[in-house]
């Protein structure tokens, strides 16, 4: 039996219809609805996508597979790193950090999304990352959020230090 989604309430008529789907008011509160299925893809489709996106493929192979679009995938994959970041707290003992940056584009070449990681030298452990542009600006937060590790070096992925500004951060490009 159908339910209004306001009150719960099971005493609902017929109101003509609307786009080919009933239109249901509601007698006990008068809210009146036409869609009685949810919107979108369940929790279980999106949470494979994004474990499919881990394991490197691509986006658009992700979007083609489930025939969503890539946004959507896109959209996925910012909702449960906001919703499950866990990024490790400082102990104190970390000294020498790589940074590392990866990119993926975004519908055309020319709109990239850089992903910046930051990686404990030692055990190539994630401490951090930043999704963003390829600048100063998008290095400096991260760097910023970096601050309470107490780094003395930051290194880019081949080992070669990265030059200190005058303020304390790193300088990349």
Not at 14 to 36: D, E, H, L, M, W
Not at 69 to 81: H, K
Not at 93 to 118: G, S, T, V
């Amino acid at each position: 039996m159908r339910v209004c989604p306001t009150c719960q309430s099971e005493r609902l008529i017929n109101n003509g219809s609307a786009v080919g789907k009933p239109k249901k008011p509601c007698k006990q509160c008068g809210y009146q609805f036409t869609r009685t299925t949810p919107r979108g893809k369940p929790l279980a489709t999106k949470i494979n996508a994004v474990l499919l996106y881990l394991s490197g493929i691509s986006m658009h192979r992700i979007a083609f597979l489930l025939q969503v679009s890539a946004q959507a995938i896109l959209n996925w994959i910012r909702t449960l790193a906001k919703q499950y970041q866990e990024k490790p707290e400082p102990t104190g003992n970390i000294i020498i950090l790589e940074l590392d940056e990866m990119w993926h584009y975004l519908k055309k070449k020319r709109r990239k999304l850089w992903i910046w990681k930051a990686l404990d030298q030692d055990t190539g452990q994630l401490l951090d990352w930043e999704c963003g542009r390829r600048d100063k600006a998008t290095l400096n937060k991260m760097v910023d959020r970096l601050a309470q590790w107490d780094v003395q070096l930051y290194c880019q992925i081949t080992g070669r230090p990265m030059r200190r500004s005058s303020h304390g951060t790193s300088s990349y490009r």
